[in-house]
């Protein structure tokens, strides 16, 4: 899943080519070329919030909302309602540095990734992963990838390297 400049929602990157990519909108499923001349993407996976220790990743943020029992605010509720939000569920976040707009975008990003039933979580990278003889990647055979789709046939899953320290 991907954010687009000058674009609102999220989109699912269907292909690229050297000047641009060809996205899906998860909201109205429409399908088109963005260019990177005039468009830049971020992929949900690469985006960090800040926090008064360490960053966390997004995905961090979005399991704590999934999580929480607090009732979801609308992403056009006022401001304190949004910061009154995120201080119950994640009270960790540095709330100087991360700006009410940044809010919204998270309440409206959750709103749109639950409703197309995708569940984005963070895979963990395996200490051998990480040596030497490892450092090329290696094909995945296609049965371990239907598999993966046969345990979870009603949400789709985003695996998500953690950052190293």
Excluded: C
Aim: zero cysteines; hydrophobic letters at 40%.
């Amino acid at each position: 899943m991907v954010s687009v400049t000058g674009l609102t929602g999220l989109f699912e990157l269907l292909s690229s080519k050297a000047d641009g990519g060809i996205v899906r909108s998860l909201e109205d499923k429409t399908t088109k070329f963005v260019s990177t001349r005039i468009h830049n993407f971020s992929h949900l996976e690469s985006i960090e919030v800040y926090t008064t220790k360490d960053n966390v990743n997004l995905v961090e943020v979005f399991t704590a909302m999934g999580k929480s029992k607090e009732k979801l605010p609308d992403a056009k509720a006022d401001n304190k309602a949004l910061q009154g939000y995120f201080k119950k569920v994640y009270p960790e976040m540095d709330f100087e540095r991360v700006y009410i707009s940044d809010m919204k975008k998270m309440v409206k990003w959750f709103d749109i990734l639950t409703a197309n039933k995708i569940e984005i979580k963070l895979s963990e990278v395996k200490e051998d992963a990480l040596s030497p003889e490892n450092a090329m990647p290696k094909a995945k055979p296609t049965a371990a990838k239907s598999k993966a789709t046969k345990e979870a046939p009603a949400a789709k899953k985003i695996n998500v390297p953690r950052k190293m320290a």
